[in-house]
């Protein structure tokens, strides 16, 4: 069972849980948005359980997967070996609720497909709620040719945005002293508790993969407390770590140019933020101009990936 705690108490948390205490009992398919770690998937459950299809399958596919996998997953498929046939997600979920994550991983061709497939369910006597996730403003991949308008508009009715938790300080703090106690309950220990420079050590980290990163950092916290408290030098983060690529020298990081290693902090930075650009140029340090030319001096010299770069 998903704790509406786990969401936080900023205001535009609150607003996406009003929506999705609305919507949940609506048979109209939703889009949830917002960065890795956010909560996406959580919100999925809780939506999923607040809705008359709770007594019902609530099943997940990662439609970033290889294309073949998700729709054997989606569709279903017989197996190879045994002729058995599996049934897919949208028939095992049958007046259930579907998650379709990252659904901008799809392929143009089975985007397509699926568009179909969706509007001929009441033909074959199924009853799913469909709910999509995804990382990208769907809409400019939409306006730039890279995900099926009609697919779009029929998962985009109505939209719930999840704002990154660097952007709301108040529930780091929340979250954080949530999980440590959470976690103390699990291991049978008095609850420890954070120092203040270890809060603002929390506070003022950019985190990337948002509650997912704050999770595992405070589990990885209590192994390293003192004395039942947590101080700044026991958080594992904002630590440099080694880049561990293909050919890499002894020490974990492969000899290059400097122009080549700029190209690839600049690529990795890129993934990392989901191709915010203001974001990447925050991780970065540079200013939102120079990121800007880099791509654009990246795209003319013909690399791939800043050629394909929206």
């Not at 190209?263 to 101009?289: D, F, M, P, W, Y």
Request: charged share 30%.
């Amino acid at each position: 069972m998903v704790r509406e705690e786990l969401f936080g108490r900023d205001s535009r948390i609150q607003k996406a849980i009003a929506f999705a205490r609305e919507f949940a009992d609506q048979n109209m398919p939703l889009l949830l948005m917002g960065e890795n770690g956010v909560g996406k998937e959580s919100l999925g459950i809780y939506i999923h359980q607040l809705s008359k299809r709770k007594s019902y399958q609530y099943l997940t596919v990662d439609c970033a997967n290889d294309e073949k996998s998700v729709e054997d997953e989606i569709l279903g498929h017989r197996d190879e070996e045994t002729s058995r046939y599996n049934k897919g997600i949208i028939e095992r979920a049958n007046k259930g609720t579907i998650l379709l994550k990252n659904i901008d991983g799809l392929s143009d061709d089975f985007q397509k497909k699926i568009y179909k497939i969706f509007h001929e369910l009441n033909d074959y006597d199924i009853d799913v709620r469909i709910i999509a996730t995804t990382t990208k403003n769907l809409s400019k991949l939409v306006g730039a040719g890279r995900f099926s308008r009609a697919l779009y508009l029929l998962v985009s009715g109505h939209q719930i945005f999840i704002p990154p938790l660097r952007e709301r300080k108040e529930d780091i703090k929340l979250l954080a002293q949530y999980f440590l106690e959470n976690y103390a309950r699990e291991l049978l220990i008095e609850a420890p508790y954070f120092t203040s420079e270890a809060y603002e050590k929390l506070m003022n980290f950019y985190w990337t993969y948002n509650v997912l990163e704050l999770k595992a950092v405070v589990s990885n916290s209590i192994k390293n407390m003192h004395d039942g408290m947590i101080g700044a030098e026991d958080l594992t983060i904002g630590e440099k770590k080694n880049i561990t690529i293909n050919g890499e020298e002894e020490d974990g990081i492969k000899l290059m140019s400097l122009k080549e290693a700029e190209k690839l902090l600049i690529k990795k930075a890129l993934i990392h933020t989901s191709e915010n650009r203001t974001q990447a140029a925050k991780i970065l340090g540079v200013s939102i101009r120079t990121l800007r030319n880099k791509i654009n001096e990246y795209r003319n010299d013909g690399t791939n990936y800043f050629v394909n770069l929206r």
